[in-house]
C-alpha cells in the first residue's frame, strides 16, 4: 500500500513534469458554423488590449504561442494598445516599457500600435465608450484585413471598467462590418479570454497540470467519438447518409467546437515574467505575488462570442 509520503511525492512529480513543454488546443481558432458550412480558421488575428502591461499579465501564453509558429503556417498576430496607461502620469514611460514586452514576447514592431485617444484614458473608475472602442479598432481590422479579434470577456479578468468596454466595443465593431459587407463577404470573429472564478485565478503552477488533463481527456474521447463513428458506417452504411438532393455537407473539423486553450511551458512562463518586469513602472510588491500565482501567467482559454 503506498504511503503518504509516496503519494504526495507522486503528485509533486506530475505537476512539475507537466511545466516544462506547452500544450495546446484549437490553436488556430477552427470553428465551423454547421456541416453545410466548411470550417473557418484564424490567418491574421488583432489582440485588443487596454493598457501597457495586459499583454504580459494576462494574453503571455497566447501570444508566445502564436508568436513562435512557423512563418509558413500562414498566420500573422497584431496588437493594439488602446491607451498609453497615463493615469499616474506615465504615459511615456509605459509606452517604452510596452515595446520592450511586445519585443520579448516576440511580436514584430510592424504589427504593433499603442493609442493616446484623449476619449480612451486609463481611468479604474471609469467605462469607455464602446463606439470609441468600435471607431478606434475599425481601420486596423479593416486595413490589415483581420479575420479574429482576442480581447477581455464581459469581467475582464480584474472587472476594470476600462477592460470590460472593449469586448462590448469589439462587438458593435462586427455588427456595423455586418451590416454593411457584401454579400458572401465573411465579417472577423471574437473570441474573449474566459474569466476564472477567484479560487481557481490564483493557483499558480497547479492550472498546468489540471488544464493539461482536461485537454488530454477530451482528446481520449474524441478518439472513442471517431471509433464508433467509423464503426457505425462500417456497419450501417446508410445511417449517416444524406438524403437524395439534400445540401452539400462538410465533414465536421474536430476541433470546431473546442475553445482554444494555451498553456505555456516553463521557457514561455520566464519569456512572459520576462516581459511583464520590462513594465518597470508597476512592478510593485503585489504584482511579484501576480507573476507567482495567477493562472493567466500559465494558462489563456478562449471562448466565441456569438454576435
Known sequence: MLSTTSIVVAIIAIVFGSLFTPLNLNNTFISQQSIHIPHVFAKKILLVTAHPDDEAMFFAPTITALTSRPKSDGISLFHVCLSTGDADGLGATRKEELQKSLDL????????????????????????DPEIVASAISSYVRGLRIDTILTFDDSGVSQHPNHVSIPAGAQLLIENLSRTAAPGTSVPRLYSLVTSSLPTKYISLLAVPLAKVDIYSFNFFQKWEELILQAVTHYFPDLLTPPEGAPKRYPKH??????????????????????????????????????????????????????
Open 105 to 128: 514576447l516576440g511580436l514584430g514592431k510592424r504589427n504593433r500600435w499603442i493609442l493616446d485617444n484623449p476619449k480612451l484614458k486609463d481611468n479604474i473608475t471609469a467605462s469607455w
Open 254 to 307: 474536430p476541433e470546431a467546437s473546442i475553445r482554444p486553450v494555451f498553456v505555456s511551458g516553463f521557457p514561455q512562463f520566464l519569456q512572459a515574467t520576462t516581459a511583464m518586469t520590462t513594465h518597470e513602472s508597476q512592478m510593485v510588491w503585489f504584482r511579484w505575488l501576480y507573476i507567482l500565482f495567477s493562472r493567466y501567467m500559465w494558462v489563456n482559454i478562449w471562448t466565441p462570442v456569438i454576435i
